[in-house]
């Protein structure tokens, strides 16, 4: 049979040419598919010399750089299972996923090395190395010495191929696993539905820690054969100035609001673009509309998710075998993508028809094995026959179009990342004078929604909102960090006794736009 290896398929699209350029960084450096080839081998021969047991999981907290690309490769070069990390996440967080996911081997930037080998020494990892954005780290130093030839290991669509941990809406958060079938049949069918082509250009300017930046746009371009141009970090003036030899964009809302907010955003700038991509959070129709008025380019808005990959998308041309529409509609996640089932089910676990609001769920090869060591998580999160229940709220138009309008999961998503105000309000309500917390997400023009914190001191205690925000910059990821913190007395509650958080949602929206408490 076949060897189902993402990487082997990844590596069979590779030009001819391998001496042409794959990667082309914003600080002048070029590296060619055989750069990719023999760097990838070389570090998958390094995890192979370590005698890892099969299924090991690689954990990997470092800077965005092409060498960290590398090393995801090289993890499924070698078989094993790749384990991204938000380079926010502080140490309690870290703990959290390292204990976990028990890792054989922990990558962390240089500067970390000291308290991250500290906590993946006692959670029992064997390795810990360093690997930072400037081509340092004992990482490297121990792969420059192996060979640079490596027989791709054979693995089954059924093998994981990496862990992402997703926060819940209650507890802590759970790692969805991928298996190597899933993100394969994900990318094959996205290079034909997006119409990759031969000369396609990806601009690549997100984080490679999610589905977005190290999947979607990852993988497109490498399916495709196609160079990348690798900003290490998004730069909406680095952007336009690249533009020009870019064919592909893919970037998160917030991505396209700051472009908007350069002046140099114009038709001449985008004229060699060929597709412009959304995604990870609600595009706003103000922002698809005026996108269309300053480029000329309508924006393809699609749908996913860490335990999916990619569920919707809107078209790319028109295609009889899905739909006869070729529209791209602002506000709509378009259609469910070939090979996924995609239903609205109601309270009583019906299934609705056209228009009508509901969840919605979905099957099919992309949807994730599981949660890792929750099998109780993932059966709550599965139906009797199959389906995954995503937690977003949504409906699908007469012509098959899908609009989500809201989440039954209670989650802020803030520039693209995704921030559950439990694993938030669980941290204020240990801070000293605290009696209990909410937060919840209010609109916010630049990233999209933000979390606001009401605190409610217990009786006598004097809390201070600005400390409140002090304490969790020490203890949380920064974009965790609601960016506003409000005292209030009580917290309105329902006859069930239940924070009634869309009134508060409501409220706090107005006081944040008006500045104007009730
Ligand atoms: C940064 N900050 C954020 C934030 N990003 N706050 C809330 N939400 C965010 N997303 C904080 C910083 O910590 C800092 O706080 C302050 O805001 C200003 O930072 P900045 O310099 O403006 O931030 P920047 O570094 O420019 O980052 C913004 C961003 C980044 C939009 C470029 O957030 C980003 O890359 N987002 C993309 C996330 C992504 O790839 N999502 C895909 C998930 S996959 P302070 O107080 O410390 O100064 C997925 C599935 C799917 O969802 O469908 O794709
Ligand atoms: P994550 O767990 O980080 O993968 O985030 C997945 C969630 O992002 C989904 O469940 C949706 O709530 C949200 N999401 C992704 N794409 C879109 C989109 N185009 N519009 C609205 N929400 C989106």
């Known amino acids: 049979m076949k060897n189902q290896n993402l990487f082997a398929a990844l590596r069979r699209a590779f030009p001819t040419d391998l001496d042409s350029v794959a ?31 099969p299924g090991s999981r690689i954990a990997v907290q470092v800077e965005k750089s092409v060498e960290a690309l590398m090393l995801y490769l090289a993890t499924l070069r070698a078989g094993y ?9 502080q140490s309690a967080e870290i703990e959290y996923f390292i204990g976990n996911a028990e890792p054989a081997v922990v990558v962390c930037a240089p500067k970390n090395f ?13 390795c810990v190395f360093t690997l930072s954005d400037d081509r340092t780290g004992s990482l490297l130093e121990r792969a420059v010495h192996c060979s640079d030839q490596h027989a791709i290991a054979t693995r089954g669509a059924d093998d994981l191929a990496a862990i992402l941990y997703t926060s819940g809406t209650t507890g802590r958060s759970k790692g969805a696993m991928l298996s190597h079938g899933n993100m394969l049949s994900n990318a094959l069918m996205l ?10 250009v990806l601009m690549h300017v997100l984080p490679i820690f999610h589905v977005h930046g ?4 990852v993988h497109g371009a490498l399916l495709n054969g196609s160079k990348m141009i690798w900003l290490a970090k998004f730069d909406p003036q680095q952007v336009l100035q690249k533009l020009p030899g ?25 004229a060699n673009m060929r597709l412009f991509i959304a995604g990870s959070a609600p595009l706003l129709i103000e922002t698809f509309n005026e996108w269309v008025a300053r480029t000329g380019h309508t924006i393809l808005e699609r749908y996913g998710m860490s335990e999916t990959v990619m569920l919707t998308s809107n078209p790319y041309v028109a295609d009889a075998r ?46 994730f094995v599981g949660y890792w060591q929750m099998p109780e998580k993932t059966r709550e999160e599965f139906t009797d026959d199959g389906y995954f229940k995503t937690g977003d709220v949504g409906r699908t138009d007469p012509d098959g179009y899908v609009t989500i309008v809201g989440r039954s999961k209670d989650l802020i998503i803030s520039g693209g990342y995704n921030v559950y105000p439990a694993e938030i309000e669980g941290y204020i309500n240990t801070l000293l004078g605290v009696a209990e917390s909410a937060v919840v997400g209010v609109p916010d023009t630049d990233f999209g929604e933000v979390g606001v914190a009401l605190v409610v001191p217990k009786p006598g205690a004097s809390v201070e909102p600005a400390n409140i925000l002090l304490k969790l910059k020490t203890m949380l990821a920064n974009f965790k960090v609601p960016k506003r913190c409000f005292v209030v007395a009580e917290l ?12 508060l949602r409501d409220e706090y929206q107005h006081v944040m736009a008006t500045g104007v408490r009730p």
């Open 81 to 89: 299972v790749f384990l991204p990390l938000n380079t926010a996440y």
């Open 322 to 367: 899905y739909s006869n529409q070729s529209e791209r509609r602002g506000g709509t996640v378009g259609f469910p993508l070939p090979g996924v089932s995609l239903r609205v089910q109601g309270e009583d676990g019906q299934t609705l028809a056209a228009g009508e609001v509901g969840g919605i769920q979905v099957k099919g090869p992309n949807v």
């Open 114 to 126: 000291g308290w991250v080998s500290k906590i993946a020494f006692k959670a029992g990892t064997g």
């Open 214 to 217: 190290l999947f979607v746009a």
């Open 246 to 270: 870019a064919t592909v964009f893919m970037g998160v809302p917030t991505l396209y609001v700051r472009l908007l907010a350069e002046p140099g955003l114009n038709r001449e700038v985008a």
């Open 23 to 53: 990667i082309e960084t914003d600080s002048g450096l070029h590296y060619s598919w055989r750069d990719l080839d023999r760097a990838t081998a070389m570090m998958a021969n390094l995890l192979l010399s370590l005698k890892l047991a």
């Open 191 to 200: 290079k034909d539905y997006w119409g990759w082509t031969a000369g396609d």
């Open 492 to 503: 309105p509650r329902n006859t069930m006794g239940k924070v009634q958080k869309n009134s």
